[in-house]
């Protein structure tokens, strides 16, 4: 039985590999992965006990918008020394 389970699932990642269409497949994954980054998705059950801490929460959805505003003004300030702009 073993070995047909196996079998069985290969065969179903397969199925299921083959029959999602790639590109939009592969942009809702990225957005959904960045939606759950920029949410702090990672810090909800990370607490004691499976708890969340809500200032730990608040702190990387901070940090992580701060962070994503600091590379935008960086990519905007080199398109500037670049003559890009």
Same mark, same amino acid.
């Given at each position: 039985? #073993? $070995? !047909? /389970?196996?079998?069985? !699932?290969? %065969? ?5 590999? /083959?029959?999602?269409? &790639? =590109?939009?497949?592969?942009? %809702?994954r990225?957005? #959904? !992965?960045?939606?759950?980054? &920029?949410?702090g998705?990672d ?6 006990? =499976?708890?969340? /801490?809500? @200032? $730990?929460?608040?702190?990387?959805? @901070?940090?992580r ?8 003004? *960086? %990519?905007l300030?080199? %398109?500037?020394?670049?003559? *890009?702009?």
């Amino acid at each position: 039985m #073993n $070995e !047909r /389970d196996r079998e069985a !699932r290969e %065969a179903l990642e397969r199925v299921r590999r /083959d029959s999602e269409t &790639f =590109g939009s497949s592969a942009l %809702a994954r990225m957005g #959904n !992965r960045a939606r759950d980054h &920029f949410g702090g998705k990672d810090a909800v059950g990370a607490g004691e006990q =499976g708890g969340t /801490d809500p @200032i $730990e929460l608040w702190g990387r959805r @901070i940090g992580r918008a701060l962070s994503l505003v600091g590379v935008v003004i *960086l %990519a905007l300030w080199l %398109a500037v020394q670049l003559r *890009l702009l």
